[in-house]
């Protein structure tokens, strides 16, 4: 459907296990207002998972936003 919004992206992480590079690419769909749902898999030389979370947006707008409108 039109609503459904896929991206891609990378990313990379550190910690005791050493130095990561990783791949990901996921969906993104609005539920209702301020609730959303995103799936998502990365895939990299240190991780490999599914992703499965639902979103919900405190603020209608952001604060960095507001300030520009004031000014």
């Known amino acids: 459907p039109d609503r459904i919004q896929p991206y891609i992206g990378l990313g990379m992480n550190a910690g005791t ?3 990561g590079m990783s791949g990901q690419f ?5 539920l209702l207002n301020r609730w959303k749902v995103d799936l998502r898999y990365k895939l990299g030389n240190r991780i490999n998972q599914v992703q499965l979370g639902l979103i919900f947006k ?4 952001y ?3 507001k300030s520009r409108e004031r000014f």
């Open 63 to 65: 604060y960095w936003n």
């Open 58 to 61: 405190y603020q209608k707008e």
């Open 17 to 19: 296990y050493g130095f």
């Open 26 to 30: 996921g969906l993104y769909l609005p």
